[in-house]
């Protein structure tokens, strides 16, 4: 293998250690954002989770989460 191909390898390697490390924080971070994004709704009065039709006409499980996030509101 020539310099550049090793080099090319090497650059590409240490990214992938890299995207491998930070995709845990990247997820948690997202995972944050979104119950943050449920909070200002459920403060605004608004279901926590947007429902949407599933498959079949079955009600997506955002129902289930709406129901426990009215409850703890309630239970305040």
């Known amino acids: 293998m020539n310099t550049a ?5 090497d650059l ?3 990214a992938l250690v890299f995207f ?3 995709l845990p924080s990247l997820v948690g971070h997202l995972n944050d ?3 943050d994004r449920q909070l200002a709704r459920a403060e605004k ?3 926590a989770v947007r429902v949407r039709a599933g498959a ?5 499980a955002g129902v289930v989460q ?4 009215a409850q ?3 239970a305040l």
């Open 5 to 9: 191909t090793s080099t090319f390898l």
């Open 12 to 14: 590409l390697a240490v």
């Open 20 to 22: 491998l490390l930070a």
């Open 33 to 35: 954002r979104r119950i």
């Open 45 to 47: 009065g608004l279901p």
């Open 56 to 60: 079949g006409g079955q009600r997506a």
């Open 66 to 69: 709406r129901s426990v996030v």
């Open 72 to 74: 703890r509101a309630g």
